[in-house]
């Protein structure tokens, strides 16, 4: 199922290319039964809640209009926050284990991260080495300040142990801001407006660059040397930003041992997941490199055929193309 690249004048013939998307959601009807009273009206809809439960046919398909060999599943934790922890943590666990039957159904066509629980750390962890011992995952995937604070807490530790111990990455994705953030932020606003601007119009996409920036003061990376991190939406606002961030933030104010971008560009890998137009692909092409980009789509909240044509457009060499649309997730991921 491999996408074809047209002719552009970075790519003078046609190309045919394997596609690896990596941040492609799913739900269980259990997870999704506990968590919809807690979302507003434009987070859910009959349509979504179908693609996110389907595991095998109408997914398969899908990953085929968009040309996609692999992709691999991550649970679309949405509102696990408002769970008690014990529930969040029986509740993801028993979605892994759906992913895992559905690996096990398609083998050659998807393969899956081990969702996390934040509330939970020392179980996230326990459920890290299963996923990985026993599911075949091949990273751990965590939801911002689900948990109900940001991962340079120490009492995430235990994660960051465990993903250093195994050599896997873990996937960070934005979660929605505390509500008295969401409150200031989008106060008098229509509601539907008010939620999509506090999470995936733009404030959680701040809100997760500013999460990475903490991890990297809090000293996270020099007390887990072996750690690496992916992120989405093609580096959540920081490839513009990171060196405005290094110049505020210079050696001499934080004590670190490396500069802010040092560890960034070290650490990091950043994923093209819903950002589907060329100009932030090429500011974060410029700045990070093109060995460290991933594609991904961010289905079903992002149309595969919309990757594919995104894929076709980018005016980059087609060895580069090859390495973002799967070469980098197969080296990562150990694919």
């Known amino acids: 199922m491999t996408i074809t690249v047209y002719p552009s004048p970075a790519s003078p013939a046609e190309v045919p290319i394997r596609v690896v998307a990596l941040e492609e959601h799913y739900a269980t009807p259990e997870y999704l039964a506990a968590t919809d009273q807690f979302l507003p009206q434009a987070a859910k809809s009959a349509a979504l809640h179908h693609a996110l439960v389907d595991l095998d046919d109408a997914r398969i398909a899908a990953m085929d209009a968009g040309g996609i060999d692999v992709q691999v599943l991550s649970l679309a934790a949405g509102a696990q926050h408002r769970l008690t922890p014990h529930d969040a943590t029986a509740l993801v666990r028993d979605a892994n284990d759906a992913a895992y039957a559905a690996t096990r159904r398609h083998p050659d066509r998807l393969r ?20 990985v011992n026993e599911l075949g995952c091949v990273g751990g995937f965590l939801d911002g300040t689900e948990g109900g604070s940001f991962l340079d807490d120490p009492r995430y530790t ?41 999470t995936a119009a733009y404030t959680w996409h701040a809100e997760l660059g500013l999460h990475c920036l903490r991890i990297i003061l809090a000293g996270v990376l020099d007390r887990f040397p ?10 959540e606002h920081l490839p513009y930003s990171l060196f405005r961030a290094q110049d505020g933030l210079p050696m001499s104010v934080t004590g670190l041992q490396r500069s802010v971008s040092d560890y960034f560009l070290d650490h990091f890998t950043i994923t093209t997941s ?17 060995e460290r980009l991933m594609y991904s789509v961010d289905y079903p909240y992002r149309s595969p055929l919309a990757g594919a044509e995104f894929l076709r457009r980018l005016p980059i060499p087609a060895a580069e193309l090859a390495a973002v649309a799967s070469g980098n997730a197969d080296r990562i991921l150990k694919l």
């Open 226 to 235: 072996k750690l690496r991190l992916i992120i989405g939406h093609l580096g």
């Open 112 to 131: 899956m991260f081990a969702s996390l629980a934040l509330g939970q750390p020392d179980r996230a962890a326990d459920e890290l080495y299963r996923g």
């Open 274 to 290: 819903g950002y589907f137009t060329t100009p932030p692909f090429m500011c974060a092409r410029d700045v990070v490199g093109t």
């Open 158 to 198: 235990p994660i960051f142990e465990a993903a250093s111990e195994l050599d896997v990455p873990l996937y960070l994705h934005p979660s929605p801001p505390p509500r008295a953030v969401q409150e200031a932020y989008t106060a008098g606003l229509p509601e539907t407006s008010a939620y999509l601007l506090a």
